[in-house]
């Protein structure tokens, strides 16, 4: 027994529903199958695009940084290098307290006695302090020409506790005898800091 349908009987309004209903299914499926996955699949790629543009433009801004930061580093080696002058190491001392002595003799200061006395750590832990007691003789003006010798070199001294003795005239000229205490700083190095 067949089934006998006729189209034409129908409404006007349920023969456009019933032609239009296959093309409806199919878009719906194309939708739901096709079209609805790759939407997902461009969100989650334009949410990795904004990370990734978030990230090229802190590392442009980094970027952009980065000359002013070799520069500004380059600053602070050479103040370092300026600053490790100013303070020599531990083993270069030596050649400093000698070269005070040099100072001494050079500007016409007769020098009586030198005594170095006891390193210590300064309380910062970052300097040490070399004292030496000096006595020397010689002409008021020699004495500030040291003096003013010793504000010239590339080196931390200290100079303190000066005592002047009587003045005596020697050939015509008055000498003074003067006792101070130079004191040399230089650097701690961090290795010998850690072992103390």
Known sequence: MAL????????????IIMAALPAALLAVAVMILLIMPKQKEIKALEARIDEQNNKIASSQA?????????????????????????LPADKEITSLLK???????????????WRP???????SGIVAE?????SVS???????????????????????????GGAQAVRGVN??????????YSLVVPEEAGKK
Request: hydrophobic fraction near 40%; avoid cysteine.
């Open 4 to 15: 006998k349908f006729d189209m034409k009987s129908l409404p006007p309004y349920v023969r």
């Open 62 to 86: 980094k970027a952009a940084r980065l000359e002013a930061l070799i520069k500004e580093s380059e600053q602070l080696q050479k103040r370092v290098k300026e600053l490790h002058e100013l």
């Open 99 to 113: 070269q005070i002595s040099d100072l001494a003799t050079a500007s016409g200061l007769d020098l009586k006695s």
């Open 117 to 123: 006395g006891q390193k210590k750590e300064h309380p």
């Open 130 to 134: 070399t004292p030496v007691s000096i």
């Open 138 to 164: 010689g002409a008021f003006h020699d004495l500030g020409r040291f003096l003013s010798s010793l504000t010239k070199l590339n080196r931390i001294v200290n100079v303190d506790n000066i005592q002047t």
């Open 175 to 184: 000498t003074l005898a003067v006792t101070f205490t130079a004191t040399a």
